[in-house]
């Protein structure tokens, strides 16, 4: 992947920075305020973690852990806790033993509106559209989770390593949930390359992305990390039974449809394993971090619920709910 075009103040001191060697001090605009919309904001701290994945072609490897830029990157993470806390109501504290309970309550709601539109109305266009924004995760599906894995221990880490081995296929590459993500955009006759619509995408589709790093790649956060993991499989099986209908409806094939399909499965089992074991395992070995939990799942489900809300905003309106290419967005 190539580092994206910049799209305002703050990755046009980035970009160009992060082209050149490490070791320079990195001193980048302040952010116009906490925003899960602000494309500048969400693109350079999208950048900053991804050099924590898979990297940019032009950016020097041993940027990841400069200091100077560990600096910066903490000053847009705050804008983006701040973001949350501004969007995400504290979800009531619960007593640990009920944190199963609590995590089926706050996911009670879905996504109704959205994949309905997709299942029985959504144009060819939309759906294409719709897995483009989705390609920003798919296509490194559960990798921000695995993060988690070395922090827990016992029956919590037994079960996100469960759910974890069916993300990556269970030993078989082609199995591979972001695999099976690629035979989709394949199908929809969409460019398969990993971050190939980074560009394309509006802030808070980079925010979805960014809130799972965040969580990730801070050790303190863990327990926000399987909370997030844990909403975002309980809402999961009956979302990705209604897309696979719209993409048939289309005229989606299989091979397009199996991820679809595949989520219907093994989502429905996912659920228990994260609810259950993941976070009721977590819950009890870490009292403490039990409303962390429930925070967690409460941020994958509102910032999920603004993006559909964004996408779905568009579109009534008429327009895509991408950006043209070379468009910069605020
Ligand atoms: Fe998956
Ligand atoms: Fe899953």
Redo the contacts with the bound molecule.
């Keep these: 992947m190539r580092l994206p075009a910049d799209r305002g103040p703050i990755t046009a001191h980035l970009f160009p920075a992060l082209a050149g060697p490490p070791g320079e001090p990195v001193s980048l605009p302040s952010p116009a305020g906490p925003s899960l919309h602000d494309g500048d904001l969400q693109l350079a701290l999208f950048a900053c973690y991804e050099l924590h994945y898979r990297g940019f072609e032009e950016v020097d490897e041993r940027w990841e852990w400069d200091p100077g830029l560990l600096r910066a990157r903490a000053e847009l993470e705050r804008h983006l806790d701040d973001a949350l806390a501004e969007a995400v109501p504290r979800p009531r504290p619960v007593p640990p033993g009920e944190v199963r309970r609590a995590l089926a309550g706050l996911c009670a709601d879905g996504d109704g509106p959205f994949s309905r539109h997709l299942r029985r109305a959504a144009t060819l266009d939309q759906f294409r559209e719709f897995v483009a924004h989705r390609s920003i995760y798919h296509l490194k599906e559960a990798d921000p989770h695995s993060w988690a894995i070395p922090r827990l221990h016992g029956r919590a880490k037994a079960a996100l390593v469960e ?1 974890q081995a ?2 990556y296929g269970g030993g078989r590459p082609e199995r591979m949930h972001s695999e099976l993500f690629r035979a989709t955009m394949r199908g929809l006759g969409l460019d398969d390359a990993y971050g190939a619509y980074v560009d394309r995408v509006p802030g808070i589709t980079l925010a979805v992305s960014n809130v799972m790093s965040l969580f990730g790649l801070h050790r303190r956060r863990r327990g926000a990390l399987a909370g997030h993991l844990a909403a975002l ?1 309980m809402t ?1 099986s009956l979302p990705n039974r209604r897309y696979a209908a719209g993409l048939r409806r289309l005229g989606g094939d299989a091979a397009a449809a199996l991820f679809y399909d595949e ?1 219907v499965q ?2 429905a089992v ?1 659920e228990q394993v994260a609810a259950h074991d993941l976070c009721g395992g977590l819950a009890a070995a870490e009292p403490a971090l039990t409303g962390d939990i429930l925070y967690g799942a409460a941020c994958a489900l509102t910032v999920d619920r603004l993006w559909a809300e964004h996408v779905m905003d568009r579109w009534e309106r008429g327009e895509p709910s991408l950006e043209p290419a070379g468009h910069l967005v605020a």
């Design positions: 759910i069916d993300e499989e999961s989520h093994a989502d996912h």
